[in-house]
């Protein structure tokens, strides 16, 4: 049963303003007279760029700091003036929950409820009700360190709900799960809403989850560009939006880069095979655009977002990408050959029997649940990890063999910022520089034209552990560019970023390919699959799908309202696999 919803705000913000100073003197604007609402028992998301301040509006909702001027009240209290009541009311959930991975599921929500205050009864009570809700009462004894990426997210939110609060604060819940996790994810915090009639505000980079909510507020270097119901962001991309069909035999991503150099086009993603494009302004169908027909489209979230932001910040950034020395090898040449790929951890299979190939100057996908396998794979692939069996060769050298000397032919950007946040981007890129034996004018010259290349030169003295996290993301790609791979590796590349720095991304990734880069990639972004050329899917180390992207997409049905996404398909391969090894399981047991 529903809960009644009363009329006053769960959270009200007028003027807010919020500065941090650096270690150079300078001043950030975080929050720049910003005013907001959040009506009760509603879902409210905060969207915007890197850097937008959503995170320090949810920490001031928290209480965990406080405004320089302005007016913010949460549940009818003054959070300035009793920041501990505000606590005892809310939960808090940040970007990284403090699990400890060498306790049980049980430890941890025991030790979250001591620090509560929870007593045995109510603990009795309310943790029956948190398994069943986040489906983890079969691993109540696993260690959190053993948990899934997603199943840990969820075991954050029942510590966070241990003591029922009246206002759920979110910063981005689903960053870093894959699309079943996120799906599972959801459904929970909208039976809070619907079901308990709980106040959610939460942050989020996937702009598909700011449209199921019931308001959004989008925020822009601290400045509030939109507050209201989501459909009013997408309004804003009426008779703008449009779909363009690439020539045939043409990745869409290719069609995507020469529309993006348009003048007259504000975004272009690839979708389903196509691409997706958003105008400056309204036009009429019918069109030619870049020597493809375009047909007009429904608008939606992410499209009138893309509108908002090129208003306040028209300039597209600087992403073209010309590497010195191209690759020689493209067009036909196998660079990764993995064959029957096996590795075990003690009886633990964490890949089993793995068979696929990369050809030169190919996008390459690695898709799969948390736990799939997929980033023990890329380290067999790179080298840092030795195969139990299978073979395994990388621009025609064995690893099993040569482990070394393929590895000076390869990039790599890890899951995690992986770099010096005490050193400055110049300090990192001179030691990754030498590192893969660069010395005198070499290093010079190649630390020069990464700089150059990923817009790095203005933050080139600054610690790179208090950059932004696209410059973060700009700064490992730089890194792993050094010594001119003709493979480069990403693993989980763009968890963490905005829309705006996924886009960037991509453009560069797709400028290293045209020019014989072979490029191997992991994403929970389904969408992002779109770039590649070709994908596998992976489920408990086993390989269920390959194919393109389109192939991929006939696994899932169409329906009447809209065709088939990546992401469908996905969800649909995984759970039939998964439904045919339960069932296979429970054919064994009544056999055996």
Known sequence: MSTAIPTAPALIGRNIHKTFPSDQGEVTRALDDVSLQVQRGTLTALVGPDGAGKTTLIRLAAGLMFAD??????????????????????????????????????????????????GADERRERYPRLMEMTALGPFVHRLAGRLSGGMKQKLGLACTLIRPPKLLLLDEPTVGVDPLSRRELWAIILQLVSDEGLTVLLSTAYLDEAERCGQVVVLHEGKLLAHGHPDEVSRLASGRVFIAKPSEGQPPRVLQTRLLDHPEVVD????????????????AGGLTLGGSSITPTRPRFEDGFMLLLHRVAPARPKVAM??????????????????????????????????????????????????????????????????????????????????????????????????????????????????????????????AWVLEQFDLTEVARRPSGLLPGGYKQRLAMAAALLHEPEILFLDEP???????????????????????????????????????????????????????????????????????????????????????????????????
């Not at 067009?331 to 633990?348: A, D, K, P, S, W």
């Not at 690695?366 to 023990?376: E, V």
């Not at 006939?554 to 309202?561: G, K, L, N």
């Open 69 to 118: 001027s302005g007016e913010l009240t949460v549940l009818g209290i003054d959070v300035a003036g009793a920041p501990h009541q505000v606590q005892s009311r809310v939960g808090y959930m940040p970007q990284r929950f403090g699990l400890y991975e060498d306790l049980s599921v049980r430890e941890n929500l025991d030790l979250y409820a001591d620090l509560r205050g929870i």
């Open 268 to 283: 272009a993603v690839p979708e389903g095979g196509r691409v997706r494009l958003v105008m400056a302004a309204a036009k």
């Open 322 to 447: 010309t590497l010195d020395r191209p690759s020689e090898n493209y067009g036909g040449t196998t660079m990764v050959e993995v064959h029957n790929l096996v590795r075990r951890f003690g009886v633990f299979t964490a890949v089993d029997h793995v068979s696929f190939t990369v050809e030169a100057g190919e996008i390459f996908g690695l898709l799969g649940p948390n736990g799939a396998g997929k980033t023990t794979t890329f380290r067999m692939l790179c080298g840092l990890l030795p195969a139990t069996q299978g073979t395994l060769r990388i621009a025609g050298v064995d690893l099993a063999t040569a482990r070394a000397s393929a590895r000076q032919r390869l990039g790599y950007v890890a899951q995690k910022f992986s770099l010096y946040g005490i050193l400055s981007v110049v300090e990192n890129l001179e030691f990754f520089a030498s590192a893969y034996g660069l010395r005198g004018a070499q290093r010079r010259d190649r630390i």
């Open 494 to 592: 763009t968890s963490r970023a905005d829309p705006f720095a996924r886009r960037e991304f991509w453009r560069r990734i797709t400028a290293l390919a045209e020019q014989g880069v072979t490029v191997i990639v992991t994403t929970h972004f389904m969408e992002e699959a779109e770039y590649c050329d070709h994908v596998v899917i992976l489920d408990h180390g086993r390989v269920l799908a390959q194919g393109s992207p389109a192939e991929i997409r006939r696994h899932s049905s169409f329906d009447a309202v809209r065709e088939s996404t990546m992401e469908d398909a996905f969800i649909a391969i995984v759970e039939e696999s998964r439904a045919s090894a339960a069932a296979t399981s429970v054919e064994t047991r009544a056999t055996a």
